[in-house]
Antibody
């Protein structure tokens, strides 16, 4: 069974940093492209970042470019999101999501990790 | 503000048919990129409902269907059931943004 489990969320003051993790199991993690998607309270879904299966290619939404860094460790079957210079508008539930092989849609999602940016 | 536009809400009585539209632009849906749909039940993570415009993953009831007539994709739910009350999002790729985009979301209410 495919499982994605996020961790690392919490309350952080504006300007602070936080690293989210996503532990993958039940599939060959190194073969799959991965993403982070967030959802602000009461709002819709917003794609945040993408990483290729090898980790060599990454993309970011304009809203986080230069502040967030996506990475992966295939030896640990884990995906990460390093978030720096956090702003109140970054407050959201952050989901990791798996791309279907060679396709542009997400077939598996984690349960989400809440990040709250507030003083 | 979302790149893809959906109606904020639709509603219908049990057994009725409802449709949800998803409007994009020439850099995403208009460029020919496929559209996918997700269902998000209250308090849960999104779930893939339709992929590549009109395909259902295994386990998704056939009362859910997707279409993409020209550049106007839509999701239809026929035989509406109480358990279909949820938020629905369309999703595609945008070449000018070099990234994925989601619709603004539509809340389906079963009357």
């Amino acid at each position: 069974e495919v499982q994605l489990v996020e961790s690392g969320g919490g309350l952080i003051p504006p300007g602070g940093s936080l690293r989210l993790s996503c532990a993958a199991s039940g599939f060959s993690f190194s073969r799959y492209e991965m993403n982070w998607v967030r959802q602000a309270p009461g709002k819709g879904l917003e794609w945040v970042s993408y990483i290729s299966s090898s980790g060599s290619t990454t993309y970011y939404a304009d809203s986080v470019k230069g502040r967030f860094t996506i990475s992966r460790d295939s030896a640990k079957n884990s995906l990460y999101l390093q978030m720096n210079s956090l702003r109140p508008e970054d407050t959201a539930v952050y989901y990791c999501a798996r791309n279907v092989l060679l396709a542009h849609y997400f077939d598996s999602w984690g349960q989400g990790s809440l990040v709250t940016v507030s003083s | 503000q979302s790149v893809l536009t959906q109606p904020p809400s639709v509603s219908g009585a049990p057994g009725q048919r409802v449709t949800i539209s998803c409007t994009g632009s020439s850099s995403n849906i208009g460029a020919g990129y496929d559209v996918h749909w997700y269902q998000q039940l209250p308090g849960t993570a999104p779930k893939l409902l339709i992929y590549d415009n009109n395909n259902r993953p295994s386990g998704v009831p056939d009362r859910f269907s997707g279409s993409k007539s020209g550049t106007s994709p839509s999701l239809a739910i026929t035989g509406l059931q109480a358990e279909d009350e949820a938020d629905y999002y369309c999703h595609s790729y945008d070449s000018s943004l070099s990234g994925y985009v989601f619709g603004s979301g539509t809340k389906v209410t079963v009357l």
